[in-house]
């Protein structure tokens, strides 16, 4: 993404509640239940700031969000339940991946994407009070977002369920909320924006999430410690990960005994970042990045060849109205639902699909064998009638017929 000067109406930061003593002191403590469970799906929040009139923040300034100390990003963190494992700089983006998922901080945007038990709306009104200390007080643009929770009663309020997060989040800011997807179904997916008003739209701006679960347990073993596997390369050669963009810069964690995390820096303005859940069971991977591409569809592939889903979800916010990807392009998956908002300066794509039975793939490979076949007996005909027509002598066209391969499925 690239910042951009935004327009006329801002959500001022300085009216916003910021916590104190003793908001901080009820943070609740997290009492790990004993359960081997992990919430792999994460709680994402993503804010723009607008930057002063006149002020020099430039990528490589290192100024903006960019100036707040660590520790105050430490204590940030603590209200949330989670700390900082490594970071990556460049002249644009400083990106943390941590104990649970990850943060990115631009000079003017901040992203954080936790996982399990942890608190993340907590947070939200400490980083503005640290914004209002590096002289961002007007907000832009707002996100939180979420996939529906395998065991949302193990969730610490206001994460218990997502009225809750919405009346939390509406005591702070005047949004709205959306719910995607079945309201049925472990994969619905939560949003909650700002309500549209004369805000405009950073230049460029597309973010691709691919949400999978019921994960292919062979896929699964690249993210076990093992003897063959004992840290993040070993993870990203034998997965594949580090070929997704090649020229990126990764900085991974393989946790023991299983689980990984990786953010990378992609050019000199964009990211990807992934998180691994391996167990059978509530297998879970996310897949996210604002790298910017005229269609996706080869990425999604390349994304889902490496872990093989039984199902995934697609969101996708773009500054255009056209998908910039073709669904039915997709290998071996049947798409379930579709859904589509404008949300004035956004197109927000939310598609779900389901892979394909080795029965049902039979049968597409029937149906494609056929189609082929039809084809096929169409360009005979049609070129048998231009020869025909013809009073030259032309050579025959020749028509190969279904491979056995083929017919056999």
Request: net charge negative; charged share 20%; proline share 6%.
């Amino acid at each position: 993404m690239a910042d951009c000067t935004p327009a006329q109406h801002q959500h001022h930061v300085s009216t916003l509640p910021v916590p104190q003593p003793q908001d901080t002191a009820c943070a609740p403590a997290i009492d790990i239940a004993d359960d081997s469970y992990f919430e792999g799906p994460e709680k994402s929040f993503e804010v723009w700031f607008r930057p002063l009139a006149g002020s020099d923040f430039g990528p490589s300034s290192g100024r903006g969000l960019r100036a707040i100390p660590r520790e105050d990003l430490v204590a940030l963190l603590d209200l949330v339940h989670c700390t900082i494992l490594s970071s990556s700089h460049n002249d644009y983006m400083d990106a943390y991946v941590l104990s649970e998922s990850s943060m990115f901080i631009t000079p003017f945007r901040f992203i954080l994407k936790t996982c399990g038990r942890t608190t993340l709306l907590w947070a939200v009104p400490k980083l503005f009070e640290l914004a209002r200390r590096v002289g961002l007080t007007e907000i832009d643009e707002l996100f939180f977002s979420r996939r529906h929770f395998g065991k949302p009663e193990l969730q610490l309020y206001p994460h218990t369920n997502f009225n809750d997060e919405v009346k939390y989040l509406d005591s702070l800011f005047d949004g709205a909320a959306y719910a995607l997807g079945r309201v049925n179904s472990n994969d619905t997916w939560f949003l909650y924006t700002l309500n549209a008003e004369d805000r405009s739209l950073p230049c460029g701006d597309k973010t691709l999430e691919i949400i999978m679960g019921d994960l292919d347990p062979e896929a699964m073993k690249a993210f076990f410690k093992s003897p063959q596997i004992t840290c993040a390369a070993d993870v990203e050669r034998a997965s594949g990960i580090g070929n997704i963009f090649p020229n990126s810069t990764l900085d991974g964690f393989l946790f023991d005994p299983c689980g990984y995390s990786v953010n990378a820096l992609v050019g000199t303005e964009h990211y990807f970042t992934i998180h691994v859940t391996p167990q059978d069971g509530f297998s879970y991977v996310s897949f996210e990045t604002d790298v910017p591409l005229t269609d996706y569809t080869d990425l999604i592939n390349k994304v889902t060849r490496i872990f093989r889903p039984g199902r995934f979800t697609i969101t996708l916010f773009s500054d255009e109205k056209q998908i910039p990807f073709d669904a039915k392009s997709l290998k071996d998956v049947k798409l379930r639902d579709k859904m589509c908002y404008d949300l004035e300066h956004y197109v927000l794509s939310f598609y779900h699909f389901q892979r394909l039975s080795s029965a049902c793939r039979k049968r597409s490979l029937i149906r494609s064998a056929i189609e082929d076949s039809s084809l096929a007996a169409a360009a005979t005909t049609a070129a048998a009638a231009a020869l025909s027509a013809s009073s030259s002598p032309s050579p025959i066209l020749q028509v190969a017929e279904p491979t056995a391969a083929a017919a056999a499925a």
